[in-house]
């Protein structure tokens, strides 16, 4: 099992930029594909981005492609999100996820563990 503990969210201007970060517990983090999801008020969670156990491989929303960066450092368990040139669309409650499967995973019951959530906030 592996719990996660998502940091870093808050109110930032539109243009401006937020890292996220989350902290996972256990020795077998780095057996775990990583995945960031949204949740915007009234609307169903969304994938934003995920990454591979070894960090080799990672995919975007659409809506992020060149400007959302994931990342993941195995030694210290965590993975991060680089959010930049941040619109008002982009505010929601940020997840954090991890899933023992293989391949591109884009959809939430892809993954079976979950952080609380933070708050990002982008106004215009």
């Known amino acids: 099992q592996v719990q996660l503990v998502e940091s870093g969210g808050g109110l930032v201007q539109a243009g401006g930029s937020l890292r996220l970060s989350c902290a996972a517990s256990?020795?077998?983090?780095?057996?775990?594909?990583m995945g960031w999801f949204r949740q915007a008020p009234g609307k169903e969670r969304e994938f934003v981005a995920h990454?591979?156990?070894?960090?080799?491989?990672?995919s975007y929303a659409d809506s992020v492609k060149g400007r959302f960066t994931i990342s993941r450092d195995n030694a210290k368990n965590t993975v991060n999100l680089q959010m930049n040139s941040l619109k008002p669309e982009d505010t929601a409650v940020y997840y954090c996820?991890?899933?023992?499967?293989?391949?591109?995973?884009?959809?939430?019951?892809?993954?079976?563990?979950w952080g609380q959530g933070t708050q990002v906030t982008v106004s215009s």
């Open positions: 990454i591979s156990w070894s960090g080799g491989s990672t």
């Open positions: 996820a991890a899933s023992r499967s293989f391949g591109v995973l884009t959809t939430t019951g892809n993954y079976g563990y």
């Open positions: 256990g020795r077998t983090f780095s057996t775990y594909a």
